[in-house]
């Protein structure tokens, strides 16, 4: 069974950081690519990076300079660095996981993880 925790999320004024990380567990992770989603209040879904298993990158318009998207097969982790954080950031951010890049970045992951609270807010 494929968990995912995501942990690091927080508040934090307009300019500053945060790393958002994630833990699997239950799947091959070298196998998987990874992604981050973020939910905004009133909004849908959306992909705001995503790392093939041999670690290419694909990142929003939005966020691209400022977010970077990594991981580290022998932990089984996944982050996302947060800089330059802006209000329109603010938004429950979640973990993913999929077999198929394509699915991944097509919005429709077959792994979720339970979400993190990022608020960017003076």
């Known amino acids: 069974q494929v968990q995912l925790v995501e942990s690091g999320g927080g508040l934090v004024q307009p300019g500053g950081s945060l790393r958002l990380s994630c833990a699997a567990s239950?799947?091959?992770?070298?196998?998987?690519?990874m992604g981050w989603y973020r939910q905004a209040p009133g909004k849908q879904r959306e992909l705001v990076a995503a790392i093939t298993r041999g670690g290419l990158t694909n990142y929003a318009e939005a966020v691209k300079g400022r977010f970077t998207i990594s991981r580290d097969n022998a932990k089984k982790m996944v982050y996302l660095q947060m800089n330059s954080l802006k209000p329109e950031d603010t938004a429950i951010y979640y973990c993913?996981?999929?077999?198929?890049?394509?699915?991944?970045?097509?919005?429709?992951?077959?792994?979720w993880g339970q979400g993190t609270q990022v608020t960017v807010s003076s």
């Open positions: 993913t996981a999929d077999l198929a890049w394509t699915t991944i970045v097509r919005g429709a992951p077959g792994s």
């Open positions: 239950g799947i091959i992770f070298s196998l998987y690519a």
